[in-house]
């Protein structure tokens, strides 16, 4: 009797501290951080995006828990899935969640892949050229976005075309496709990881055509402003060589004339 006291008291130990444990990864805790976090590109159903964001919901792939965590943790892209490509890249979120939400999370989205067959199209959405003229009207506001997203001039510039002083006061975008990227960029922009970016559009999307025709827009900008800044910078740097050259000239000329005047002056 003397060891059966420890020995309960033991048992009872472990079920307190296990508790916690188990109340953490409680469902309805999975489906807040998924609401969160995940909703807003792979759906509040989990079916996903045609051709941008993979279903969730009957997702072979999705059913195997190690792989979830370890995609939510460090992020994905170039993945096909049930026979569709998807080139927008899920961003890694082990620097946003804990590894305790990271596990209950993915808990709730093995659920869903397990909850019925996908519904999702088996096709991807077509997209077409990117055309300058579409992606500058985008970039000023002169035409809308189709998710009533706020125009990019309200914090970037680019161009002719002056920030209007928008939240943060975006960067400069000039060169920015040719140096991310034209995919790097219509990735960046239709499923941003930068806070503000997020902010703005992560219920306003942006749609990967319009991220198209933005990025043909700034490479057409980028090169016209660069062309034209060389010819402009040259002018202006000969005009002011002229001008302290005639200044040097004639304090050069005036020194000496002076001096003459002065020493007949004297010889008076």
Do not use: W
């Not at 309960?8 to 999975?30: K, R």
């Not at 996903?48 to 919901?57: A, S």
């Not at 050229?129 to 992606?135: I, K, N, Q």
């Not at 040719?178 to 999307?205: E, L, R």
């Amino acid at each position: 009797m003397k060891r059966t006291i420890p020995l309960a008291f033991l048992f009872t130990a472990i079920l307190v501290l296990m508790a916690p444990a188990a109340l953490a990864q409680t469902p309805d805790e999975g489906v807040d951080i998924y609401n969160q976090s995940c909703a807003r590109c792979h759906g509040a159903d989990g079916l996903g995006v045609p051709g941008k964001y993979p279903p969730l919901t009957g997702n072979p792939d999705a059913a195997d828990h190690d792989l979830v965590v370890d995609v939510v943790t460090n992020g994905l892209s170039g993945k096909v899935i049930m026979g569709v490509a998807y080139t927008n890249e899920m961003p890694a979120f082990g620097n946003r969640l804990t590894p305790e939400e990271i596990q209950t999370v993915s808990t709730y989205v093995v659920e869903l892949s397990l909850s019925g067959p996908s519904t999702a199209p088996t096709t991807t959405v077509p997209v077409g050229e990117g055309t300058a003229l579409v992606g500058e009207n985008l970039f000023t506001g002169s035409s809308l976005l189709s998710n009533g997203g706020v125009a990019c001039i309200a914090c970037h510039q680019s161009g002719q075309y002056d920030r209007l002083g928008g939240p943060g006061l975006g960067i400069n975008l000039d060169g920015i496709v040719q140096n991310y990227g034209k995919s790097g960029f219509i990735s960046a922009i239709t499923d941003p990881v930068v806070a503000p970016m997020i902010a703005v559009f992560a219920d306003h999307p942006i749609t990967e055509q319009e991220a198209t025709d933005l990025a043909a827009y700034l490479e057409a900008a980028t090169s016209d402003t660069t062309s034209g800044t060389s010819v402009d910078l040259l002018i202006v740097v000969g005009v002011i060589g002229f001008i302290v050259l005639i200044f040097i000239t004639a304090v050069v000329i005036k020194g000496p004339q002076n001096a003459y005047v002065e020493k007949l002056r004297s010889t008076r």
